[in-house]
């Protein structure tokens, strides 16, 4: 996908203790890269999680799947772009891909699917709908 064409990107450094024995970044390590980048962005379009819990609302995560098509190593720089959409009233999609800096390498591809819980109950509450469909507007524009 295009650089243009991402809503949102976040860079990144890998440090020493986030390889494994072979050298690598541990795949575990891709969710929190991805995790981080979702947290960063939604906070910026004034999503804040501790706020929106203390509310008695929480996003979670109900699936992820992950593609790795090449490793990274330690020191290596990349960013993860990321883009996000609304399915049905229940589900936010967001499809983020980390590229390796400065040769723009893809290094994988991730899909998560996230459901808000409102009191324990499946619910993504108005704020955050809003919040999110601004965003899908501003770049259908």
């Given at each position: 996908m295009e650089k243009a064409n991402y809503q949102n990107e976040l860079e990144f450094e890998v440090r020493d203790y986030e390889c494994d024995l072979q050298g690598v970044v541990n795949n575990a390590n891709f969710q929190h890269y991805l995790e981080h980048a979702r947290h960063k962005w939604l906070?910026?379009?004034?999503?804040?999680?501790?706020?929106?819990?203390?509310?008695g609302i929480d996003l979670i995560v109900v699936r992820i799947e992950i593609?790795?098509?090449?490793?990274?190593?330690?020191?290596?720089r990349f960013v993860v772009r990321?883009?996000?959409?609304r399915e049905g009233r229940l589900r936010i999609i967001c499809n983020?891909?980390?590229?390796?800096?400065?040769?723009?390498?893809?290094?994988?591809?991730?899909?998560?699917i996230v459901t808000?819980?409102?009191?324990?109950?499946?619910?993504?509450?108005?704020?955050?709908?809003?919040?999110?469909?601004?965003?899908?507007?501003t770049n259908r524009s």
């Open positions: 906070e910026s379009i004034g999503l804040d999680f501790a706020a929106l819990h203390n509310e593609d790795y098509k090449f490793p990274l190593h330690s020191r290596d990321s883009n996000i959409l983020q891909d980390i590229y390796r800096l400065p040769d723009e390498r893809l290094i994988a591809q991730a899909k998560v808000g819980l409102q009191n324990g109950r499946p619910a993504v509450p108005q704020e955050i709908a809003e919040k999110i469909d601004k965003v899908l507007n």
